[in-house]
């Protein structure tokens, strides 16, 4: 399966089109591409050094023939540390660097390779192919990339690739955890477009809920959960449930509508273990477990005569909100940089909703219609578990790798309101005075129910 033909989609990018090649064999548009779009200069080419196979041969190999034609391309090689590639300002300057005076650039990597090379691209001001190694992600089809700044993962606008090459043999022979992570980012579908809903009908979010950059991405997921297709047509379907979930950020200009509570535990994950110098498992995996229990959170919050039975009046901004956000954070980061980054972000958010009150007090107003849309988007955790256990892979803490415990586990999803801007169903828990012991033990026991939660 293919979610299409070699062919050119109209998408802003830098002064042209997002080229996408999505089948088995894409790679042999290679060449032809980088003479279209870069006719005489150097070629650089930035991975990470690991290794990735097509046809039985080296894919950096395979590149670099495909590109040389009658020029020698430069090889970037992004700096890896124990976290594996992390795109902090370190990383950005030192593959900027390494790519100055190039006429084009390609990347050849998985999702946070990609994510480098558009901040790249977009800062050198030349031409980007992204060649995609792994279903890992739905970032590469996007003009966003995923940064960290003073230890915390804010996301930023960067570039769109001029041409997505997404050959499907190469994608085949990624290692497996990459693609078992791909199908978690894609069952996020299943929660975080109830929070984006949320934040747009209380006028916590500037832009307008539409199904268009929803319902494409729906319409693919369900298919993840059949386990009886054959092996290429499960990927074929991966594959395109992420590239179209990146198309439809995109459009949107932002990861909302597909990137909820489950990212954001996810995102707290990988801040402590950056802060603490230990490991973290792939986004993607961390994005699944997590969706099982954000569908749990919002199936509590949507219970009759629950959050939603509440007035406007019985949610404000706690008193003690900044001792909050800096004491969830100290406990991995004593010197306060990361709770000082976070408390900004909280700030403005805090700061958004005491602006908002004829926006919640009218979202209150039509509490019923509301509801029912959000119950139609989010509150069943066996289904994003029902995909994930279709595909071997993870849905409780405990199989991460490394394994999470209870313990940071119920910490992180204490500490996700308290990490960034974006408003979540979280937020209106904090607001309710609810976001508490008792809380998250009734988030936990309902994952665990479905196979989801602590995982021992």
Known sequence: MSLVSPAELARSSSGGALRLFSEPGALRHLGRLVDELAPS?????????????????????????????ARTPRHVRVPVGAHGVTLDERTVEAVAA???GAAIIVTVGSGTVSDLGKVVAADLGVPLISVQTAASVNG?????????????????PSRWPDALVIDHDVVARAPLALTRAGVGDAVAIWSAPADWY???ALGMDSSLYDGRFVDPVRDLAPALADAGRDDADRLGVLVDTLTVGGLVIGDAGTTAPLSGVEHLMSHVLDM??????VAHDLHGAQVGVASVLAASLWDIALEEGGLFALE?????????????????????????????????????????????TSQIVSFFS?????????RALAGDPAVPLAALRAWNAPTTFAELTPPVSPDRARWALGALPFMRDRLSIADLFVLAGRWDDELFDRVFARAAAVGGGFGI
């Open 41 to 69: 200069g150097e070629v650089a080419i930035v991975g990470d050094g690991a290794q990735k196979v097509v046809d039985d041969g080296d894919l950096d190999a395979v590149v670099e023939a495909a590109v040389s034609g």
């Open 98 to 100: 390494g790519a100055a």
């Open 140 to 156: 590469y089809a996007d003009p966003l990339s995923v940064v960290v700044r003073n230890g915390a993962k804010r996301t930023v």
């Open 198 to 200: 949320l934040a747009c």
């Open 272 to 277: 402590s273990a950056l802060a603490e110098g």
């Open 312 to 356: 406007p009046a019985d949610l404000v901004v706690p008193t003690d909100v900044e001792k909050r956000v800096r004491q969830v954070w100290h406990p991995v980061d004593p010197s306060g940089v990361l709770g000082k980054e976070c408390w900004r972000a909280v700030q403005a958010k805090m700061r958004r909703w005491v602006s908002a």
């Open 366 to 374: 039509h509490r019923r219609r509301h509801v029912e849309t959000l």
